[in-house]
């Protein structure tokens, strides 16, 4: 009962801390950086982030007590982040990676089978495997952040993961009551409608923490179960995977600069396609495209939950996903003169 008066509380403390933020112009959203300028300009506090790190806090306290340290870790640059008290995007790529492994390393979060034999002849190795599951979690870390900038697109894209999760009950295999996952559910819904309305941002700090929670949670969930493929994992999270992986390719075969934002991810695109050709309002084109996205991969989710232990079904699937991502993209690219 007291995790269902903290949800509570979680509620009334969130809208409070937004008042407080939004009437003291802190953390806020726009800041006219170039990634930014599809967009609203109006200015939303970024506190979603610090809203789930007390959420995880109190009602995790017991199943995630060896990760608090690296989440507020996690948090912390988040927020430094949204407060430009870290601009470098390499310097916070540091800390990413000396925060994610010491956590894997401490917490022996490893990756035992990928069903790719030379792999994991390689993952046999301890330190191997610790540096292979770092570089995964930046990804997935990353990715989501990169995700980010549309109403709703990682705060649905995850309840939507969250959703599939709870009901194959791979929790259970985690030891965690399912009657606190669904009050995590609660409040990522909660979340998604005062994000929807442009109350709440997630900001870096609620991507971060959304991706490295959400990444670790899926690895030791393939781990405990050895009953799913490990590209049923690749399948819930591949879209901001592949956000990354994409945009850093693309950049690195443009010569464009690594480490600054730009506003040449898909969805960007998407919204600028959509503006362009006014199908939607100014207001509704942000949280419709977000909608277009996670629509996107809503089917892939519901198949590939149904054949969760296929993996040649599942590599499939992820590779009709890929096709579908590269076509559309470059569909957009070649149509529209976008700017950098």
């Known amino acids: 009962m007291i995790d269902n008066y903290y949800l509570i509380f979680i509620f009334l403390f969130a809208l409070a801390l937004n008042y407080f933020f939004k009437k003291k112009k802190l953390l806020c959203s726009f800041t006219g950086d170039i990634h930014q300028r599809h967009t609203s300009k109006e200015n939303v506090p970024l506190t979603g982030g610090i809203i789930l790190y007390f959420f995880v806090l109190k009602v995790f306290m017991n199943e995630f007590q060896d990760l608090q340290f690296f989440l507020f870790l996690i948090l912390l640059i988040g927020i430094f982040s949204d407060l430009k008290l870290v601009k470098s995007a ?30 994991d002849i390689i993952l046999t190795n301890n330190i191997f ?71 709440m941002y997630l900001g870096d700090s609620g991507s971060y923490f ?60 998407v919204f600028r396609y959509l503006k362009n050709n006014k199908i939607f309002s100014e207001k509704t084109i942000n949280p419709i495209t977000a909608l277009i996205i996670l ?4 089917p892939s989710f519901i198949i590939s939950s149904l054949i969760f232990s296929h993996t040649i079904s599942l590599i499939s699937l992820l590779l009709i996903n890929l096709t579908i991502y590269l076509l559309a993209y470059y569909f957009l690219s070649k149509n529209f003169k976008l700017k950098k």
Not at 295 to 298: A, D, G, H, I
């Open 90 to 119: 390499n310097k916070r790529l540091v800390y990413q990676i000396i925060i994610s492994f010491f956590c894997v390393f401490i917490n022996k979060i490893t990756i035992l089978n990928t069903g790719i034999d030379y792999l």
């Open 129 to 199: 495997n610790y540096i292979f599951v770092t570089f995964c979690i930046l990804i997935i870390l990353n990715g989501t952040n990169f995700s980010d900038g549309l109403n709703t697109l990682v705060i649905g894209y995850y309840l939507i993961v969250l959703f599939f999760i709870y009901k194959l009950n791979l929790f259970n295999f985690l030891n965690i009551d399912l009657s606190k996952i669904i009050l995590f559910g609660l409040l990522l819904l909660f979340i998604f409608f005062i994000n929807l309305f442009n109350k």
């Open 295 to 298: 629509l996107f991969n809503l």
């Open 210 to 269: 959304l991706g490295f929670l959400f990444s670790i949670i899926l690895i030791r969930i393939y781990d405990n179960y050895q009953g799913i493929s490990s590209f049923y994992i690749v399948l819930l999270l591949w879209y901001p995977a592949f956000e990354n992986l994409f945009s850093l390719i693309r950049r690195i075969y443009k010569k464009s600069n690594i480490s600054y934002a730009d506003k040449l991810h898909l969805h960007q695109l």
